[in-house]
C-alpha cells in the first residue's frame, strides 16, 4: 500500500512517513522567494505546481490531505484487523506457537499501530499549521491564530504571537518602582541619634485620640534548620524544647498567642509527640493562639533559590499542614532572608497568602520608606498590569528582628522590654540598661516609657494599628523565659486597657490578628496603601556592608543543589508516568504487584525535604558552619542517590516489552546511571562501559517537555563504536575523543564517545552502542600549543599536532552553521563572535582576582568587601595549556591555568542547541588565601549602565550600575540568566548554578566563580570560607540579532528572555539523564516509552507532575497528580533562529487535553500554587475540552487524575 503527497510516501508495511511534520514545514518554508511567495520545492509536488497560484495550491493541499488521512484510517482499520485474526489464532492454536512469541509480535504490532496513531495526528497538525500558515499570509495583521507554528511566525516577519514587548510600566502617583528609589537616594548614612540610621521621630500625643493605637505584639522565636549547629542538633538542643513549652504555656492563659515559620522542624517535633499532645496543638490552632505562618518546610533564601525549589519547600510545608493539622496560611513571615525577591511574593499568592512581613531591606531603604510612610504597601509583579498579584506587605523599619529593634527606634530603650534579659541570666543589654520586672509600683513609669516607643515607631505607618514582634534566634527555650515575658507584658497591656486616655489598646497577637485590625482600618478610614515594584537586592545593614558575598559563597553545593533540583523534578515526573501507565496496563486503577510504589513514594519525600531543607536562608546561601554544610552535603548526596533508585526502576518498568519480566529485586536491575558520585564533597564520574560485539542497550530520558537535539557523552573501552537507534537500527553519527587525565596526558584505556540524539518530549529512548573495526568511528583532531613552550603529547589513537610559525600567533577560530569564534592563540579565552546573520561582536572573557581590605571589616560568607586595588587581571607563572578539539559532533576550546580549567564550545547541531556557546569551569583555589575568582566577559554591546538579571529563575529584573554606590553593592544575584542588549544585539548568559553577577562598565558581565575568605565577618557565623572544593559550573552564551529601537527605554522596563534564551535555560538546566544496560546476557526486550505525541508549546513548561499523598494511607501515593505548568514570557525583539520544532501561541486559552495528548485525564480542577484542597475550584471533567487560561509569567496549578 503507498500514497503520495503532500505528507510525503507512507508505505503500510514500514511505516515510513515524511521524517517529521516539522522537517516538512522547514523545507516548506525554507523555500521562500524574494517576494515573499513559498514555492514548493518538494519530492512530493511535482514541477508545475510551484508555478500555480495559491488558490490552486490550496484546493490541492486540501485534496491530498483527505487522500492521506484516508490512506491513514484504510491502514489503521488494517492493522486493527490483523490484530484481531492474531489474537483469534491464538486463542484457536493453545498449544501452537509457544506464548512468549505470540506476545511479542502481539506487542510489536501494538507499537506499529501506536506509531501509526501518532503518525496520523502529526500530519492532522501539519495540515492545521500549513492551513493557519496561509490564513496568515491572506490576514492582513497575521493576527488571532492559535497555536501557529513557529515557522510560519518567524517568515512572516513580524514579532512572535504571545511574546511580551518590552514596556516601561507606569502605576498611579502613589507607586513605588524600586529601580527610581536607588535613582534618588543619596546613600549617605549621616547619625540619625537614637535610632542610627534613621531619624528623630516627633508626635503631638493627640493623633490617636479619634482613633486608637491598636497594639499588637506577637510572641515569635526563629529556628533557623542549620547554621551554627545541624538541623538535627538545634532541635535536639533546643527546638524540641520551645515547642515542649509553648504546648504548656499557650495553655495557660488564653491570651497568649505565638506564631511558627518553620515546618520542617515542627513536622519532627510531631512525629515525637503522643496523641494527648497533638489533639492540644490542634485545640491551640484551632483558638487562634498559635498561628503558623508562611507554612513552607524553611523560611527560604530569596537570592540564591530557583523557583521551583522555592515553590516545592512552599508545597511540602502546606500538604503536611493541611494532612496533619488541617489548616492553610494566610500570612507569610521572611524576618532573616538576606534581601527579598517578588517572585517569592508571587508564590505566596499563588498559595492562598494575602499578607506578608519582611525584614532586611538596605537601611536608606527603610529611612526613605519610613519618611513616605511606604513601609506597608501592595507588592506587585514588574510585568503584571493588573492587581493579580498584589500582596499586602508591612516592611519592619529598623535595624534587626530582635527585640531591641521592634519595638520603637531607640534600642537602648526597647532592650529594657525584653525579659529575657532581666538580672542574673545569659543574655544582656549592650546599652548596659537592664531590664526591670514589671511591678505596681513602676508599671506606670514603664508602661509611659514603652508609649513612647510605640508611638513613634505607629507615625512611621499611615495606620494607627501597630505590629510589634516578641522574640529572635531560639527564643523561649526555657519555661522561665515564657513566664518572664508573658507575665511582665501582661501587666503593662493591664494598664494601658486601665487608663483609656492614654488612647492605646494592647494585646499578644498573630499576624493574623494584626492584618485583620489593619485591614478593617484601611477600609474604614478609605485609605489605600501604595503598590511598589521590584526587588530588595543587594541587602546592606550598616555603613558600605554590602551582602553579595553569599550570593557565591560555597558554589560547589549552590552546583549540587540544581543537580538534585533537576533529578527530584525528572524522577517526580517519570514516577507519576510509571504509576499512571500501571494503571492503564492493569485496567482497574491498581498498581502493578511486586512494584515498590510506596517505598519508592517515601524516596521521592525525602529528596522533596531534603531539597527544601537546602533552600533555608543559612544552607544555600553557604553561610553555615563547616559541619553544618557537610550535613547539608550528606542530605544532599543521599537525596540524589534515592532518587536515582526511583529513576532507575521506574525506567526499568516503562521500558519492558513484556511487562510480566518486571521484578522489584533492585540487586537484579538492568539498568545503572552512566555516573558515580562516590561522596558528598566529589564531582560526578563518568564510568568507563565496556563495549563488545554484542550491542550494549543505552537508555536516554529527557525530562523536558519539547522535544531536543542533543549531544550525548559516554566513556567506552574502545577507540572505535557504532551507535545505533534500538528500535529502527539507524546509525547514528558519531565522535571519539580524547580522555585527559592531565593536561597534557590522554587515557590509554578509557575514551569519550559523543553523538547527536533525537529525543522526544519526556520520553525514553533506546540505543545500541557496539564495539566497531579498526578507523571505522571519526575522531577527534586535536591542536595542542603553550605559548613559548610547546608541550609534548603523545596518543596513538588521536592526531596530535601543534601551531608553527605564524599559526602561533593567527587567532584560532572554530565554527558551526550558525556561528563562528575566534580565540586568543597564547590563552585560548573567546575573543569575537559572528553570527551566521552577519553580526560581529567583540566578546572577550577574562579572569580577575578579587582581594579583600587590608584592615578593618573584611569579606567573608556574607559580605563582599574588596580590597581598595579593586579586580587585578589574573597571570600565571606560565602561559595555559590550549587544547583545540575539532570533530563532526562538536568542536572545542580548552585552556588549562593552574586555579581552573576554561572550555568553549561548539556543537554541529543543526537546531536551535548549535546557537550557544557551551563555557564550563573547573574551579580550584584551595591554594589561596583572601581571594575571589571573577570571570568577566566583556563585549561591544553599548548597553550603558543597565543590564538584567533573573530573579529565582522566574523573571527577569532590570539593574542599574550606579557609581554613587561601592562596588560591591552592584553586584547582584543571578539564578539561571543574565543579559546586556542594545538597539541591535543582546548577549545572553544561561547559567546551570547561582552566583554573583556584576556589569561594572557598559558591555560587561562578571561573574563570582568562587571566594575563599580566611576570615570571619562579624555576622555570627564565627568563622571564614575555607571548605572549598573542585567546583565546576557551567553556562549556555548565546548572542543574538536583537530588533529594538535605537533609544534606550526610559524608567525601569520590563523586559523577558529571547524564545531561545528560554529553550537553551531549559536543556542547561533539565539535561536528558542516561543509564546503560549493565549486560545484555538475558536482557529482556525493551520498547521505548513516548508518552506525548507532540512538544508542549514553546512558552509552556512543565514545571512538576508531582503525585500526592495518599490522605487515608501516610507515606503512600495517592491516584492525584499537581500538574504544575508556567507559561512563560518571552522577549518580541529577538526573533528565533533558526526556528524551534514547537508551536506558540497569542491564545491564551489552551486545551490541556490536546497539549498532554495521548495522555487523558479522568479529573481536573485548577487549585492554589501548592495544591490545598481549599483552593481547588470545580472539577472540570464536565466540560467537553478542558480549555484552561495560562497567561504568559504565570504559573497555573491543577489537581489531576491521569487515565
Known amino acids: 500500500m503507498e500514497a503520495t503527497g503532500l505528507t510525503g510516501t507512507f508505505r503500510a508495511a514500514d511505516t515510513v512517513l515524511y521524517p517529521s511534520s516539522d522537517l516538512f514545514l522547514k523545507t516548506f518554508l525554507s523555500q521562500r522567494s524574494p517576494d515573499g511567495s513559498f514555492g514548493f520545492m518538494l519530492s512530493a509536488f511535482p514541477n508545475h505546481v510551484q508555478s500555480a497560484e495559491l488558490t490552486t495550491v490550496m484546493k490541492r493541499g486540501r485534496v491530498l490531505a483527505v487522500l492521506v488521512g484516508g490512506v491513514f484510517c484504510l491502514a489503521v482499520m488494517s492493522l486493527y484487523r490483523m490484530l484481531e485474526l492474531m489474537q483469534g489464532a491464538e486463542r484457536d492454536q493453545r498449544g501452537g506457537s509457544p506464548v512468549g512469541q505470540v506476545e511479542e509480535d502481539l506487542s510489536r504490532l501494538q507499537l506499529k499501530i501506536d506509531r501509526l496513531e501518532h503518525l496520523l495526528v502529526d500530519n492532522n497538525r501539519l495540515v492545521a499549521r500549513l492551513r493557519d500558515l496561509l490564513l496568515l499570509r491572506e490576514s492582513p495583521e497575521g493576527r488571532g491564530v492559535a497555536n501557529v507554528s513557529s515557522d510560519s511566525t518567524h517568515n512572516r516577519g513580524g514579532p512572535p504571537p504571545g511574546c511580551l514587548k518590552a514596556e516601561e510600566i507606569k502605576d498611579s502617583v502613589d507607586g513605588v518602582q524600586l529601580l527610581d528609589v536607588y535613582d534618588l537616594l543619596p546613600f549617605d548614612n549621616p547619625d540619625g541619634g537614637a535610632w542610627k540610621q534613621g531619624f528623630e521621630i516627633s508626635y503631638h500625643g493627640d493623633e490617636w485620640a479619634e482613633q486608637p493605637l491598636e497594639l499588637f505584639l506577637v510572641p515569635h522565636s526563629h529556628n533557623d534548620p542549620g547554621w551554627l549547629k545541624t538541623f538535627d542538633g538545634y532541635y535536639q538542643d533546643q527546638t524540641r524544647h520551645i515547642l515542649d513549652n509553648m504546648l504548656v504555656k499557650l495553655g495557660e492563659d488564653s491570651r497568649r498567642k505565638m506564631i511558627w515559620a518553620e515546618i520542617s522542624y515542627f513536622s519532627k517535633w510531631w512525629s515525637d509527640i503522643d496523641d494527648q499532645k497533638r489533639a492540644l496543638v490542634k485545640r491551640l490552632v484551632k483558638a487562634g493562639q498559635l498561628e503558623m505562618v508562611t507554612g513552607g518546610w524553611v523560611m527560604a533564601d530569596e537570592a540564591n533559590s530557583h523557583y521551583y525549589a522555592m515553590l516545592d519547600q512552599l508545597m511540602e510545608g502546606h500538604q503536611w499542614l493541611q494532612t496533619h493539622l488541617g489548616v492553610k496560611p494566610s500570612s507569610g513571615w521572611a ?91 545569659r543574655v544582656f543589654c549592650p546599652w548596659r540598661i537592664p531590664p526591670q520586672p514589671i511591678t505596681e509600683q513602676n508599671v506606670k513609669e514603664r508602661a509611659l516609657l514603652l508609649l513612647d516607643q510605640y508611638r513613634q515607631k505607629s507615625r512611621l505607618f499611615r495606620s494607627p494599628v501597630l505590629l510589634v514582634p516578641l522574640g529572635d534566634d531560639f527564643r523561649y527555650v526555657e519555661s522561665k523565659e515564657w513566664d518572664a515575658q508573658f507575665n511582665n507584658y501582661q501587666k503593662l497591656f493591664d494598664y494601658f486597657n486601665q487608663h483609656p486616655e492614654l488612647h492605646i489598646k494592647a494585646r499578644f497577637g498573630t499576624l493574623s490578628d494584626y492584618f485583620a485590625a489593619l485591614h478593617q482600618r484601611l477600609n474604614t478610614a478609605g485609605t489605600t496603601l501604595p503598590t511598589l515594584r521590584g526587588d530588595f537586592f543587594t541587602y546592606a545593614d550598616r555603613d558600605d556592608h554590602y551582602w553579595s558575598g553569599y550570593f557565591t ?516 538546566c533539565h539535561p536528558p539523564i542516561t543509564m546503560v544496560a549493565l549486560s545484555e546476557e538475558q536482557l529482556p526486550k525493551l520498547r521505548p516509552f513516548q508518552p506525548l505525541r507532540s512538544s508542549l508549546p514553546c512558552d509552556v513548561h512543565l514545571l512538576n507532575l508531582r503525585t500526592l499523598e495518599d490522605p487515608q494511607e501516610a507515606g503512600s501515593p495517592s491516584q492525584e497528580v499537581a500538574l504544575l505548568l508556567h507559561r512563560k514570557g518571552f522577549d518580541c525583539n529577538s526573533a528565533p533562529e533558526p526556528v524551534p520544532m514547537c508551536t506558540w501561541s497569542e491564545d491564551e486559552e489552551m486545551n490541556l487535553d490536546d497539549l498532554f495528548s495521548p495522555l487523558r485525564f479522568r479529573s481536573l480542577r485548577r487549585s492554589g500554587f501548592t495544591l490545598l484542597r481549599d483552593h481547588d475550584e470545580p472539577d472540570s471533567a464536565h466540560q467537553a475540552q478542558r480549555v484552561a487560561v495560562l497567561h504568559p509569567m504565570e504559573i497555573s496549578a491543577f489537581r489531576v487524575q491521569i487515565e
Not at 560 to 570: H, Q, V
Not at 975 to 986: E, G, K, V
Open 335 to 425: 524576618i532573616d532572608p538576606f534581601g527579598h525577591s517578588p517572585s517569592m511574593t508571587y508564590l505566596l499568592k499563588g498559595a492562598g497568602l494575602d499578607n506578608m512581613v519582611v525584614q532586611r531591606v538596605h537601611y536608606s531603604v527603610k529611612k526613605h520608606f519610613a519618611r513616605q510612610q511606604t513601609l506597608e504597601f501592595l507588592w506587585r509583579q514588574s510585568w503584571d498590569l493588573s492587581s493579580r498579584s498584589d500582596i499586602t506587605c508591612h516592611m519592619m523599619p529598623f535595624y534587626s528582628y530582635d527585640v531591641p529593634h521592634t519595638c520603637g527606634p531607640n534600642p537602648a530603650v526597647c532592650c529594657q522590654f525584653d525579659f529575657h534579659r532581666l538580672p542574673g541570666g
Open 553 to 1068: 559563597s560555597r558554589p560547589f553545593y549552590k552546583r549540587l543543589d540544581r543537580t538534585l533540583e533537576s533529578m527530584l523534578r525528572a524522577t517526580e515526573i517519570l514516577y507519576t508516568l510509571t504509576l499512571a501507565e500501571m494503571r492503564r496496563f492493569r485496567k482497574d486503577g491498581r498498581l502493578v504487584e511486586g512494584f515498590p510504589a510506596r517505598e519508592h513514594y517515601q524516596r521521592l519525600t525525602e529528596g522533596r525535604r531534603s531539597l527544601g531543607l537546602f533552600q533555608h536562608h543559612d544552607a544555600i546561601s553557604g553561610t553555615g558552619r563547616d559541619p553544618v554544610v557537610i550535613d547539608y552535603g550528606i542530605r544532599l548526596f543521599h537525596a540524589i542517590l534515592n532518587l536515582r533508585q526511583v529513576l532507575l526502576s521506574s525506567a526499568h518498568w516503562l521500558l519492558l516489552l513484556d511487562k510480566g519480566q518486571y521484578h522489584k529485586d533492585q540487586l537484579k536491575s538492568f539498568l545503572q546511571m552512566d555516573d558515580v558520585i562516590s561522596a558528598q564533597d566529589a564531582l560526578p564520574q563518568k564510568t568507563t562501559l565496556t563495549l563488545s560485539d554484542e550491542p550494549r542497550s543505552l537508555i536516554l530520558f529527557n525530562p523536558t517537555e519539547q522535544h531536543r537535539t542533543t549531544v550525548i557523552s559516554l566513556v567506552v573501552n574502545s577507540p572505535d563504536a557504532h551507535i545505533a537507534d534500538a528500535e529502527t537500527g539507524r546509525p547514528i553519527a558519531a565522535q571519539i575523543s580524547a580522555v585527559w587525565v592531565e593536561p597534557s596526558k590522554v587515557s590509554a584505556e578509557a575514551f569519550q564517545l559523543s553523538f547527536a540524539a533525537e529525543l522526544p518530549p519526556l520520553s525514553l529512548i533506546v540505543y545500541h552502542v557496539i564495539k566497531a573495526p579498526a578507523g571505522s568511528t571519526p575522531r577527534a583532531r586535536y591542536t595542542i600549543h603553550r605559548h613559548g613552550n610547546p608541550p609534548t603529547v603523545h596518543s596513538e589513537h588521536f592526531q596530535m599536532s601543534q601551531l608553527d610559525g605564524t599559526e602561533a600567533n593567527t587567532p584560532l577560530s572554530l565554527s558551526n552553521k550558525h556561528l563562528q569564534m575566534w580565540n586568543s592563540p597564547e590563552t585560548g579565552l573567546l575573543q569575537k563572535l559572528r553570527l551566521q546573520s552577519g553580526l560581529v561582536r567583540q566578546v572577550q572573557v577574562q579572569f580577575l582576582w578579587y582581594g579583600t581590605r587590608t584592615s578593618g571589616d573584611k569579606s567573608g560568607a556574607y559580605l563582599f568587601l574588596p580590597g581598595v586595588e579593586g579586580p587585578q587581571a589574573y597571570s600565571s607563572s606560565e602561559p595555559p595549556l590550549v587544547r583545540v578539539t575539532r570533530g563532526p559532533i562538536f568542536s572545542d576550546i580548552t585552556s588549562c591555568f593552574p586555579h581552573f580549567t576554561h572550555t568553549v564550545r561548539l556543537y554541529h547541531l543543526d537546531g536551535h542547541a548549535g546557537k550557544s556557546l557551551e563555557i564550563s569551569n573547573t574551579v580550584d583555589i584551595r591554594s589561596e588565601t583572601n581571594r575571589e575568582l571573577v570571570m568577566r566577559i566583556m563585549s561591544d554591546v553599548t548597553s550603558g549602565n543597565r543590564f538584567y538579571t533573573d530573579l529565582n529563575g522566574f523573571q527577569m529584573q532590570q539593574r542599574r550600575t550606579l557609581e554613587k554606590l561601592p562596588l560591591q553593592a552592584n553586584f547582584y544575584p543571578m539564578t539561571s540568566s543574565s543579559f546586556l542588549q542594545d538597539s541591535t544585539s543582546r548577549l545572553s548568559l544561561l547559567s546551570a548554578q547561582s552566583q554573583a553577577v556584576a556589569s561594572l562598565r557598559s558591555g560587561e558581565l562578571e561573574l563570582v566563580l568562587d571566594r575563599r575568605l580566611q576570615q570571619d565577618d562579624n555576622r555570627g557565623l564565627g568563622q571564614g570560607v575555607t571548605d572549598n572544593k573542585l567546583t565546576a559550573n557551567l553556562y549556555h552564551l548565546l548572542l543574538e540579532d536583537h530588533k529594538g529601537e535605537a533609544k534606550e527605554m526610559g524608567g525601569a522596563s520590563v523586559e523577558h528572555l529571547s524564545l531561545l534564551a528560554h529553550l537553551a535555560s531549559l536543556s542547561l
